[in-house]
């Protein structure tokens, strides 16, 4: 059995560009792994089945992102050995942290490994999983572009931490796209300058253009918000399609008592550091 997790991600930034014939909106934005991550394991079994480690279903069955990428290695080896998944989630689901990609990622390394199959053949199969899966094979931190295969690579951030709280409610990201699409492509929430961290003010104000979007979709997402941003005394962004929340602080302690404020109505709530990877195997 091989055993690993997967982390999730925060986009920093993203700027959306006009819908492409393709169906897919071109991207630029940095994203930067967290340290909240989903435990996943692979094994040779009987047949086909993916379940959570207390042998719970998974709601999409062999649907499921993480094993359709395990499928997908195993027919690069040309292989017809059945695999037994389990995932144990950390990572809240419709959020705009990438759990669905970080769950693939971490299942293309785990059969990866499984089936002796290159790193560079991985590398190919992820954007056909998903948009943010190329970003989170890869891991760390990087500037993406493209509509999420293109990602580079960039040097460890590093300075600061996270508090990132999820709404209690759930935001599609086909869905925020499509409103960005409908509401003609907004120009979205910004952070500016100013108040990065400074080893992220040479990229200039951040954006994320999916934001008016995404508040038009979940009614509550400006109150909480502008109740973040009061009590927390700093701007407050949006990662990816939303619906989750980030600010930036100086180390983990400081995020974690940012964090004791936030509402009990929260989904999620927690002090996050970053990841310098997308994902590890456990030997
Ligand atoms: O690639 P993924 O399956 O995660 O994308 C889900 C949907 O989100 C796409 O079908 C598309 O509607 C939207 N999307 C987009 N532009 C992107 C990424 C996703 O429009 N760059």
Same mark, same amino acid.
């Given at each position: ?18 819908? !492409?014939?393709? =169906? ?30 207390? =042998? !719970? ?14 499928? #997908? ?9 059945? *695999? ?21 990622? &971490? ?21 056909? *999983? ?15 572009? =493209? ?28 869905? #925020?796209?499509? $409103? ?8 979205? *929430? ?5 108040? *990065?961290?400074?080893?992220? $003010? ?10 008016? %979007?995404? %508040?038009?979709?979940?009614? &509550? ?8 941003? $009061? ?10 399609? &939303? ?23 929260? $989904?999620? #709530? ?14």
């Amino acid at each position: 059995m091989i055993e690993g997790v997967a982390y999730g991600k925060v986009n920093l930034g993203l700027r959306v560009g006009r819908l !492409r014939p393709d =169906g897919f909106h071109p991207v630029a934005g940095i994203f930067q792994s967290i340290d909240v991550a989903d435990e996943l394991t692979l094994s040779s079994a009987n047949e086909d089945s993916i379940s959570s480690a207390a =042998g !719970r279903p998974v709601v999409d069955g062999l649907d499921n992102l993480a094993f359709r990428a395990a499928a #997908a290695v195993r027919t690069e080896a040309r292989s017809a050995q059945p *695999l037994a998944i389990t995932l144990d989630k950390r990572i809240p689901t419709a959020a705009g942290l990438g759990g669905g990609s970080a769950d693939a990622a &971490g299942a293309l390394a785990l059969a990866g490994r499984h089936f002796a199959v290159a790193a560079v053949a991985l590398a190919e199969l992820a954007p056909q *999983l998903g948009s943010d899966v190329p970003f989170c094979l890869a891991g760390g931190t990087a500037r993406v572009g =493209g509509r999420g295969e293109d990602v580079q690579s960039m040097p460890a951030l590093g300075g600061f931490a996270l508090a990132v709280v999820v709404p209690p409610f759930e935001i599609a990201t086909p869905a #925020a796209f499509r $409103r960005w699409d409908e509401m003609d492509e907004p120009s979205g *929430l910004r952070m500016p300058q100013a108040a *990065l961290p400074p080893q992220l $003010r040479p990229e200039g104000d951040l954006v994320n253009d999916l934001y008016p %979007a995404a %508040a038009s979709i979940a009614a &509550g997402l400006d109150d909480w918000r502008a109740d973040l941003e $009061r009590s927390w005394g700093r701007h407050v962004m949006l990662s990816g399609s &939303g619906p989750s929340l980030y600010a930036f602080f100086l180390d983990i302690e400081e995020a974690a008592s940012a964090v004791d404020d936030v509402p009990s109505g929260a $989904r999620f #709530a927690e002090a996050c550091d970053l990841s310098p990877v997308g994902w590890r195997i456990d030997e």
